[in-house]
């Protein structure tokens, strides 16, 4: 199964999207903040979700550089943002980033969404 690694730094949040990925299937992999999120990417997700609003390394700046990594690049990204202004969703498309999911999320739509990318991808 896909290898799944969320960064978000609300713990509520990160434990529930780990358990519902889980109940897929999905090997999970986790990380609260753009630190931990930069160890964990040594494990090769197949799949990134990516907190925007995240204290000391933001979402951007963590996509940043996986962006600029070669072996990272490819990887597609889910930015999840409670934000929906129209300068959010302009940086989606300038970074490259494969969707976004508004916050709060549902089940069903985060699902549906990674299961899109993980049949175009492979
Ligand atoms: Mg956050």
């Known amino acids: 199964m896909p ?31 753009g630190f931990e999120a ?11 979700i990516l907190d925007i609003m995240m204290p000391e390394i933001d979402g951007w700046e963590v996509l940043d550089k996986i962006r600029k990594n070669e072996n990272w690049k490819p990887i597609p ?7 929906t202004h129209i300068e959010n969703l302009k940086k989606v498309h300038e970074k490259r980033v494969n969707d976004i999911i508004v916050k709060p999320f549902e089940k069903k ?4 969404k990674i299961e899109k990318i993980l049949n175009t991808v492979v």
């Open 77 to 83: 990204v889910i930015v999840f943002t409670a934000n």
């Open 38 to 48: 930069l160890e964990r990417m040594k494990e090769n997700p197949d799949l990134i």
């Open 3 to 33: 290898k799944i690694l969320v960064i978000e730094d609300e713990e509520d949040i990160l434990n529930l999207i780990k358990i519902i990925l889980e109940i897929q299937g999905y090997e999970v992999l986790t990380a609260c903040d």
């Open 109 to 112: 739509e985060l699902l549906e």
